[in-house]
């Protein structure tokens, strides 16, 4: 889903990491550290370094990470 300022959706976006239950993140998130206006990876589900290093634009990521165990 494509973040759309004039659009009447949410302006939150759903973080695609299945192990993070889809949290939402902000759009300015998203523009930081997404691609394409999708995130993989977002606080919840993966550690702030790991965001830094490209995890949450990278989707072969979400499915190596669960914070939570």
């Known amino acids: 889903m494509v973040w759309k300022p004039k659009s009447n959706s949410s302006r ?29 990876a977002c606080p919840e589900c993966a550690p702030w370094a790991a965001l830094k290093s490209g995890a949450a634009a990278d989707p072969t990521f979400a499915r190596q990470t669960n914070r939570r165990q």
């Open 12 to 40: 939150y976006v759903n973080c695609r990491n299945p192990a993070c239950k889809n949290k939402h993140v902000t759009p300015k998130f998203v523009r930081t550290f997404g691609a394409d206006g999708v995130v993989h």
